[in-house]
């Protein structure tokens, strides 16, 4: 090979090797939330509801079953309407 085109290939493999290390690791605990349609910053409000939805959702599990299954006889019917949840998304 030529000596310009292993000049131009390591480059190459340079920017990449740069580019990857700039990313951000989505494995690891991130401080912020970005959204990834809008490239910045999502709100606290609506970030701590999103990081915090599968606790919710545990904590509406066991209430459920506390009220409507494991008790005899039940504090509340299994059919009666729960509370909804609202909480917020990128989308609001």
Not at 37 to 43: G, H, M
Request: proline share 3%.
């Amino acid at each position: 090979m030529h000596k310009t085109r292993v000049r131009k290939d390591e480059d190459a493999v340079s920017t990449i090797v740069h580019l990857v290390k700039s990313w951000v690791n989505l494995f690891e605990e991130a401080r912020e939330l970005i959204s990834i349609w809008t490239a910045k910053q999502v709100p606290e409000d609506i970030s701590s509801d999103l990081k915090n939805a599968k606790d919710i959702g545990v904590e509406c599990y066991t209430n459920f079953k506390a009220k409507r299954l494991e008790t005899d006889p039940s504090i509340k019917r299994f059919h009666d309407p729960m509370k909804m949840n609202k909480l917020k998304t990128i989308s609001n």
